[in-house]
């Protein structure tokens, strides 16, 4: 007990970092608890915080504040309705496409893998290919049935849509056009003396939003280079496998690795092995190296510097918290988590030397 009160006495004696912590407690909370009931709140200041940087890049060049919003809210609403009347309806054409496709894919997939014990007996056995074949079969019918149960449940998801589409953009134009009225009402809520919690949000702030609009281009950019590479070279359902591998790149070291065996598949499933399968499966790896070594480092550049181990257990832990949107904020998290860290203040423990602080004792 006196190990656990020693640090408490040396890590939550300082006021600031009460008030730090306390203020992470309660926003983890509202999360938690409330973040489903608030999802089009917070959403919409994701959103606004996505647009603030254009704003401000405005506001840098001498326009004002209000003309600036307004130019920007709508370049923001032609983009949603080009997004709601254009490109949503070709995705989910390709998806219902690419599910009526899905027993012939099934068949021609049993078909070759029956043929592997001819060709390699000595390392696959019909049996073993037999209940490969069941199983996905089996995985197919619970793909099936969840279908089926989204589609019973499309129209209650259909109005809470809707009421998305009306209220969102009305929050993000009113969260950009009174930034700093709700700032400054939000400051007020807040103690006075809030140094340790004011240094923790400008580290965070000029990480985490150059960090969300960075990968937010590298999303649309890659999205639309594979879409447009695919569409070229023939390949079915391009726009849709486009949209997939551009939220592949959420996901650090993992995303386009994993998308590699669709990507391979579909391209086999319509041209076998015939060149325009090996054109595809090269031209998908083009894409991953410029992306990986161009466009990511220009994009995201010394904006957030976390060891691949810290990546891959923050895309782990807040995945497995929050599924998508958890995966979508893991790296802002963990550098939200490696700033707290970074400025939480340390006292040295008692009998220990303090670094730079204090003067050195006279020499005798």
């Not at 281009?217 to 639309?224: M, R």
């Not at 280079?225 to 997939?244: C, D, P, Q, W």
């Not at 054109?279 to 466009?295: E, P, R």
């Amino acid at each position: 007990m006196q190990v656990i009160r020693e640090w408490f006495r040396r890590n939550l004696s300082d006021p600031q970092v009460v008030i730090l912590t306390a203020f992470l407690v309660v926003g983890t909370l509202i999360i938690l608890y409330m973040g489903r009931i608030l999802a089009p709140v917070l959403a919409s200041v994701v959103l606004a915080y996505l647009l603030e940087g254009i704003v401000g890049w405005l506001e840098h060049k001498r326009m004002p504040r209000f003309p600036a919003v307004m130019l920007v809210f709508t370049i923001f609403m032609a983009f949603l309705l080009v997004a709601l009347f254009a490109l949503l309806p070709m995705l989910s054409r390709q998806v219902i496409q690419v599910v009526q496709q899905l027993p012939s894919m099934i068949q021609w997939a049993q078909m070759e893998l029956m043929q592997l014990p001819e060709r390699y007996p000595e390392i696959v056995s019909r049996e073993q290919v037999v209940g490969l074949v069941d199983m996905l079969r089996q995985e197919v019918g619970r793909l099936g049935q969840r279908v089926l149960s989204i589609s019973m449940a499309s129209l209650r998801g259909l109005i809470a849509f809707l009421v998305y589409l009306v209220l969102m953009p009305l929050l993000v134009f009113f969260f950009l056009k009174d930034k700093r009225a709700i700032s400054s009402w939000f400051g007020g809520l807040l103690p006075e003396d809030r140094r340790l919690t004011t240094e923790v949000w400008q580290d965070v702030d000029r990480q985490i939003g150059n960090y969300i609009r960075g990968k937010f281009w590298e999303i649309l950019i890659v999205w639309a280079v594979t879409a447009l590479t695919f569409y070229l070279l023939g390949l079915e359902f391009a726009m849709l496998i486009g949209f997939f591998v551009g939220l592949s790149v959420l996901i650090p070291y993992i995303g386009a690795t994993v998308m590699t065996l669709p990507v391979a598949l579909m391209g086999y499933f319509q041209f076998g092995l015939a060149p325009e399968f090996f054109y595809i499966v090269i031209a998908y790896l083009v894409i991953q190296l410029l992306d990986g070594n161009l466009l990511a480092p220009l994009l995201l550049s010394g904006v957030v510097n976390l060891h691949p181990v810290a990546v891959i257990v923050a895309l782990l832990v807040f995945g497995g918290l929050w599924g998508f949107w958890g995966v979508f904020f893991a790296i802002p998290l963990a550098t939200l988590v490696q700033a707290v860290l970074r400025a939480w203040p340390r006292k040295p423990k008692h009998g220990a030397s303090v670094s730079n602080g204090g003067a050195e004792p006279p020499p005798a």
